[in-house]
């Protein structure tokens, strides 16, 4: 689903998420005076069509530039209030997702979208009922796997032990084993994120590896070598939870650190309804 932003100074009709009736009184009562929306002068509301609930609010569209989206502290606050509206309304109603800064030009323009998309939309919310996302990510002290990976190593072991004595020998020889350890970690991260997820994936109706994100953007000096999301029932997740407290401990002497959050919106199990210019 693609966004479009009129002139400045023209009102638009921000989408949030599409949901079920259920989810009305949040935002046609009392409760609604607690949804605080993407621009906090206009409230949040929704237009309903045939069982399907749009959840939208007025913003000046032309706030919505392409200099300002770029822009991070502009785009931060007003993604945190996008993303606390769709969590406010996932406690109602599933919910399908929309990406932040979706803007229709007019309601009509809204509607005439949800009457072309509402059989796919219906089939998504009721595949989502009852569902919510979770997200796994692991941290690795690369120096600390290094260390298990080279004491566990019987040929790595053996090439130590078989240094020269010779500096220069020595070195080409230590340059070598580098290699062959660095080698023998990247295998090592393979195969503990390949069994990470092979014992969450049965606990979910499905999962989605994401991309690992770099230090600058995690904030963290370990390195990020798993992130992963998983769609998981109320029933399944005591289970999918003790497979993630056991993977925990599994992993605490071997400098990998393992963070569960949630439950979030489905975020990365939504399909895109594609639209072009709204």
Request: glycine content about 6%.
């Amino acid at each position: 689903m693609t966004d479009s932003h009129a002139e400045a100074s023209i009102l638009g009709i921000y989408l949030y998420c599409l949901a079920r009736p259920e989810c009305l009184p949040l935002v046609r009562g009392p409760a609604e005076q607690d949804l605080r929306g993407v621009d906090e002068r206009y409230p949040v509301g929704a237009l309903e069509e045939a069982g399907v609930v749009a959840v939208i609010g007025d913003v000046d569209s032309g706030e919505f530039c392409d200099q300002n989206m770029q822009n991070l502290p502009w785009v931060a606050p007003r993604a945190c209030r996008h993303e606390a509206v769709v969590e406010r309304i996932m406690g109602a109603s599933p919910v399908l997702p929309v990406k932040f800064g979706t803007i229709f030009r007019s309601r009509t323009r809204l509607m005439e979208f949800l009457g072309r998309h509402r059989e796919g939309i219906v089939r998504v919310l009721d595949d989502l009922r009852d569902k919510s996302e979770w997200s796994v990510k692991g941290y690795l002290v690369e120096e600390q796997a290094r260390r298990i990976v080279t004491a566990t190593d019987l040929a790595i072991q053996s090439r130590l032990a078989a240094l020269s004595t010779s500096p220069g020998v020595r070195y080409l020889q230590q340059k070598q084993l580098d290699a062959e350890i660095g080698a023998a970690l990247r295998l090592w991260v393979a195969r503990v994120t390949h069994d990470l997820n092979e014992s969450l994936a049965p606990h979910a109706v499905a999962s989605t590896e994401l991309r690992c994100h770099t230090s600058a953007v995690t904030g963290r000096p370990e390195r990020m070598v798993f992130n992963c999301s998983f769609l998981v029932t109320p029933e399944a997740l005591p289970d999918f939870r003790a497979a993630f407290s056991d993977q925990q401990h599994a992993h605490e002497s071997t400098g990998l650190t393992l963070e569960l959050r949630g439950p979030w919106p489905p975020y990365n199990f939504c399909p895109t309804l594609s639209e072009g210019k709204t």
